[in-house]
């Protein structure tokens, strides 16, 4: 970079860091008060409050508690979408921080309080000092914690009433270095599907099975069929993964039950595995229930979509993260990760990219050892400003003045 950008950008990252400790505030207060999807009342206000403050154009009630703040400059004919998330989890915090949630049972135990404080202090450093000609739509998303916020807010007409030629959204990540930005063209998360299956036998006397028709029995063989799927019917270089996290039959030694449920996680990176997964999971449930003399019944829920990024979206992304903290801050081609994310839907219908920046790796101790969904999670104060200043030249370059 020359002198002049190098200025520019020592300029941005100061102001944002100047302005951090407000944004840290705001972070912490919502972790405080954390609200379960659909019920973001509390943190939907406060992001209103201040959009409008600042000289957006706020729209509330997309998918029930989400909003868009819009903000339009210049003559520019170009527009931008970026996304973050408002929700919290279902878990009792055990960090005994200072700032932990008032309400048992709640956390923001994902981060997405330090997403929407990242998003908030960018949207104030773009409306006070931005320099860009085009529109510019801040989506403040609830539920999307398995509960589809993205797919409501479509729904209600998010991209009709903001059309974006580019979309992008950001996501913390524990065990990378603190304020490291990764980067993935492609399939980047998972597919999720949840699958129930039932199996109906013949109940009797544990004394007497072969009165019966064991549900038990059926099921177990199920269970361990369940895993060639992936071992040879997938293509080994493509991920699936076939979970069964529950198996309920039965209450008594002595009685062979009638009934066997299960309940299944499907997760894939590709489309079309994703529907032979679907397909083998049909057939082998059905011929082994068959075999051992049961009818079983599938509940076969499609959950999210494979994420993918794509190619001109997350190269323009990488080349914005390299400018801003330089090439060896950055991972241009990450590791997929199994994990599901709703904001997939969001790149069905407009190109974009989905980044993630360290929560911090623990080498300095505190932030970073600990994943994210675990009681004793916190979001990395010190992305506040990294990530609003990512944020903040992704606009200027995208819509340039």
């Not at 508690?65 to 970026?82: D, M, P, W």
Request: some cysteine; aromatic content about 6%; glycine content about 12%.
């Amino acid at each position: 970079m020359n002198a002049p950008r190098d200025a520019f950008l020592h300029d941005k990252l100061n102001a944002l860091q100047a302005q951090a400790d407000e944004f840290i505030a705001v972070r912490r207060d919502i972790h405080k008060h954390p609200e379960m999807g659909y019920k973001e009342y509390r943190t939907s206000d406060l992001v209103a409050k201040q959009l409008t403050a600042w000289g957006y154009k706020v729209e509330r009630g997309l998918g029930g508690t989400g909003l868009v703040g819009q903000l339009k400059r210049g003559t520019g004919t170009q527009s931008i979408g970026i996304r973050a998330d408002m929700d919290a989890l279902p878990i009792d915090e055990a960090t005994g921080l200072d700032y932990s949630s008032c309400h048992t049972g709640i956390m923001h135990a994902c981060g997405h309080d330090g997403h929407t404080a990242m998003l908030l202090a960018a949207a104030k450093h773009i409306a006070q000092k931005g320099q860009f000609s085009g529109t510019v739509n801040l989506i403040f998303q609830p539920a999307e914690e398995g509960l589809g916020g993205a797919v409501k807010m479509m729904e209600d007409g998010l991209f009709t009433k903001y059309p974006c030629n580019a979309i992008f959204a950001m996501h913390n990540m524990p065990s990378h270095p603190q304020g490291k930005l990764v980067f993935r063209e492609g399939p980047a998360m998972a597919s999720s599907d949840n699958v129930t299956i039932t199996l109906e036998g013949i109940g009797g006397h544990g004394a007497m099975p072969h009165t019966a028709a064991d549900s038990i029995v059926a099921g177990s063989a199920i269970v361990m069929g369940l895993q060639t799927i992936v071992s040879r019917n997938v293509d080994p270089l493509h991920m699936a993964v076939i979970t069964v996290g529950a198996f309920n039959a039965g209450m008594a030694n002595n009685v062979i039950p009638q009934t066997c449920t299960m309940k299944l996680s499907v997760r894939s990176l590709d489309r079309n595995v994703r529907k032979l997964l679907e397909t083998r999971i049909k057939e082998l449930v059905h011929a082994q229930a068959q075999s051992y003399g049961v009818k079983a019944s599938i509940d076969y829920q499609r959950g999210y979509a494979v994420l993918v990024n794509t190619p001109d979206e997350t190269e323009f992304a990488r080349t914005v993260g390299a400018e801003l903290v330089g090439e060896a801050s950055i991972t241009r081609q990450g590791p997929a990760l199994t994990g599901s994310e709703d904001f997939a839907f969001m790149l069905e219908k407009v190109p974009g990219c989905y980044l993630l920046i360290g929560n911090g790796d623990g080498s300095g101790g505190g932030h970073g050892a600990c994943m994210v969904h675990n009681p004793g999670y916190d979001f990395n104060d010190d992305n506040v400003a990294i990530g609003s200043a990512y944020w903040s030249l992704l606009v200027e370059r995208f819509l340039p003045a």
